[in-house]
């Protein structure tokens, strides 16, 4: 009886292994990855669809497909059969590939189940790391904070953080007091950057689950609706509460929802782009693979992008789900639901007696009634009264501008600019064009001569340098002064043109 017992658990969990298995072979990525053209499929996706990527219109993917499979015929690989479009059409129903309708115009953007499945390929390809000491400090890292979590006790992590603190202090004292920075080995460092490489990996796919999940959950919520027998006030009610929190409702919306914060520190995110940098700019980064260099440069942008399409497409989404319920009638929906039943009925039973290639005439517009049309419109006498005299305000009229006061709030006056450079020129009384502006009557300073005076400069030739900024006064119509930087221009050199 033991050893029965025994067997039929060993059965039990062979059986519990084989029904996950087969789950997890039906997932789009590993179906994706055993697919017989998965070797040619995953490499048209990974280039067309790079770290994530940006949609692409439909006829341009299709035709990017094409000219793709032709230059792997040229080479000698065998592909598929068919063109761009099928095989696209074909990835879309195998969920590799998503259209989406977009703004007027059509899109392919790669699914999260696809960016998965490259991502395992990049790793694959890749040198595997052994057991290290950065891995097994990153995985003691998690475990801690794991346990902290699953027991939030205060005093374990009062002592936890005292003990960091304390590490912490002492490094930060022995360096300061001139100790020896530690220098890492080309071991280690490969090591280190193989982990950022994989962290990195991941996170074009988990925008995009996340993308997908409030795009489910939108679906799920319509389709719910639509099923609806309660009072229309509750449904709304209700369902415009749940488009309110579309990202809360989904296990992918939660989690990016709590990272949403930490994605949108910039102090953050300019933290990281610095670390980097610094990676970037390290001798040894000169191994990574060019793929491998782009990725780390592209990070950020990586980020920003998933963050703004998250975000977009729950905004697009709860629009459009506000619009459906909000205009949605239950009533038109019931009747045209009653009568649609009702031609179903009828069919069945018109065909029971109905012979092949029967036909029954009916009329898709019904004819005209012969009603005498009313007249829609009487004559109204307040229409033809003609309009209120209008008020006469000439009396609160602003005072009108004079021909000076006008001219003030114009251009710049380059004839008497122009005069003024060339009475300069010939006696040198001035070296630079900021000492020529300064020294001009009130109304030749006004902020806008300042473009006139460069103006005139630039077309006669003058060498203008502008890595030394002149400071000018110049004078508003009003009055008042403003000082500005300009750059330096020598008068003294020679000048080589006129201004026509």
């Known amino acids: 009886m ?11 969990d062979i059986e519990g292994e084989v029904a996950r298995t087969q789950t997890a072979l039906n997932t789009p990525t590993l179906k994706l990855l055993t697919h ?7 490499p048209i996706l990974a280039v067309s669809f790079p770290d994530g990527g940006t949609p692409i219109p439909v006829e341009r993917f299709h035709a990017m497909v094409d000219a793709r499979l032709d230059e792997l015929r040229v080479a000698g690989y065998d592909v598929p059969a068919g063109d761009g479009k099928a095989l696209a059409m074909f990835w879309v129903r195998e969920k590799w590939l998503f259209r989406d309708p977009g703004d007027g115009e059509e899109t392919y953007q790669a699914a999260g189940d696809a960016n998965q499945a490259v991502t395992y390929v990049a790793r694959a390809s890749r040198t595997q790391l052994n057991v290290s000491l950065s891995r097994i400090v990153t995985l003691m890292d998690v475990v801690s904070q794991a346990a902290l ?3 939030p006790n205060r005093e374990e992590r009062v002592l936890r953080l005292s003990e960091e603190i304390a590490r912490l202090t002492a490094e930060r004292d022995r360096l300061a007091e001139g100790g020896e920075m530690p220098e890492a080995t080309e071991a280690e460092l490969s090591e280190q950057f193989s982990n950022v490489l994989r962290e990195l990996d991941g996170l074009p796919s988990d925008f995009r689950r996340v993308e997908e999940a409030v795009r489910a959950m939108h679906r799920v919520i319509t389709r719910n609706f639509r099923e609806e027998s309660r009072p229309i006030g509750e449904v709304v009610d209700d369902y415009l509460d749940r488009s309110r929190n579309l990202l809360a409702s989904t296990p992918e919306g939660r ?7 930490l994605l949108r520190n910039p102090d953050w995110v300019s933290r990281l782009r610095q670390d980097l940098n610094t990676i970037l700019g390290h001798p040894w980064a000169g191994t990574l693979l060019p793929d491998e260099q782009r ?3 592209t990070t950020v942008d990586v980020i920003r992008r998933g963050i703004s399409d998250v975000l977009s497409q729950r905004q697009r989404l709860s629009s459009t789900l506000n619009d459906h319920i909000e205009n949605y009638d239950h009533v038109k929906n019931r009747e045209l639901e009653s009568v649609l039943r009702s031609i179903n009925s009828e069919m069945r039973l018109w065909m029971r007696s109905a012979r092949p290639r029967a036909h029954v005439e009916v009329e898709l517009v019904p004819p005209a009634l012969g009603i005498e049309g009313l007249k829609l419109k009487t004559f109204d006498p307040e229409s033809e009264r003609p309009p209120e005299p209008l008020e006469d305000v000439t009396d609160e009229a602003p005072e009108a501008l004079s021909l000076d006061d006008i001219r003030k709030q114009g251009g710049p006056s380059l004839a008497d600019l122009r005069s003024e450079i060339a009475d300069r020129l ?3 009384a001035v070296e630079s064009a900021a000492a020529l502006f300064n020294t001009l009557p009130e109304d030749l300073r006004r902020p806008v001569e300042i473009l006139g005076l460069h103006y005139l400069l630039t077309g006669m030739d003058a060498n203008v340098d502008t890595s030394v900024r002149e ?30």
């Open 2 to 12: 033991h050893a029965t017992g025994a067997g039929r658990g060993v059965v039990a």
């Open 36 to 42: 017989k053209w998965a070797a040619i499929a995953v």
């Open 149 to 151: 979590a699953a027991n």
């Open 255 to 261: 989690a990016f929802a709590g990272a949403l914060d």
């Open 295 to 297: 990725q780390m440069k």
């Open 426 to 428: 010939t006696t040198g």
């Open 471 to 500: 400071l000018v006064s110049a004078v508003r119509p009003d009055g008042t002064t403003r000082q500005f930087l300009m750059p330096h221009v020598n008068l003294s050199d020679s000048v080589h043109g006129d201004d026509e």
